[in-house]
């Protein structure tokens, strides 16, 4: 399986992106699939989570309100919608994915990072003041 994200760039504080993430090359099934961030200097981060399944969904506290994480209908891309971005959400954006069986529920151990299986190379986000 291959991820790709993409919709990154340079916007001003305050603006709004939307990044992408599709997954390919899989043979059959729903995923569930994550958002994560790293600045330079810092450990990477939690964003956002979804299962394809239900739809469920796992936010990192300090993220919820301004991101928003969605699926498509095949259920292997993702989306994060971001608002209102800061100079402190400049970072590389990455995604992760791996494949669920049905009634696949978003949880923590997801949100965190410890069960996909296929990463992203990830896209630069980079917001001026």
């Known amino acids: 399986v291959q991820l790709q994200a993409s919709g990154g760039g340079l916007v001003r504080s305050g603006d709004s992106l939307r990044l992408s993430c599709a997954a390919s090359?899989?043979?059959?099934?729903?995923?569930?699939m994550g958002w994560f961030r790293q600045a330079p200097g810092k450990e990477r981060e939690a964003i956002s989570c979804i299962s394809s399944d239900d739809g469920s969904t796992y936010y990192s506290d300090s993220l919820k309100g301004r991101f928003t994480i969605s699926s498509d209908n095949a259920g292997d891309t993702v989306y994060l919608q971001m608002n209102s971005l800061k100079p402190e959400d400049t970072a590389i954006y990455y995604c992760?994915?791996?494949?669920?069986?049905?009634?696949?529920?978003?949880?923590?151990?997801?949100?965190?990072?410890?069960?996909?299986?296929?990463w992203g190379q990830g896209t630069q986000v980079t917001v001026s003041s």
């Open positions: 992760a994915a791996r494949y669920i069986a049905p009634g696949f529920v978003a949880h923590r151990r997801l949100f965190e990072g410890y069960e996909y299986d296929y």
């Open positions: 090359g899989g043979t059959f099934g729903g995923y569930a």
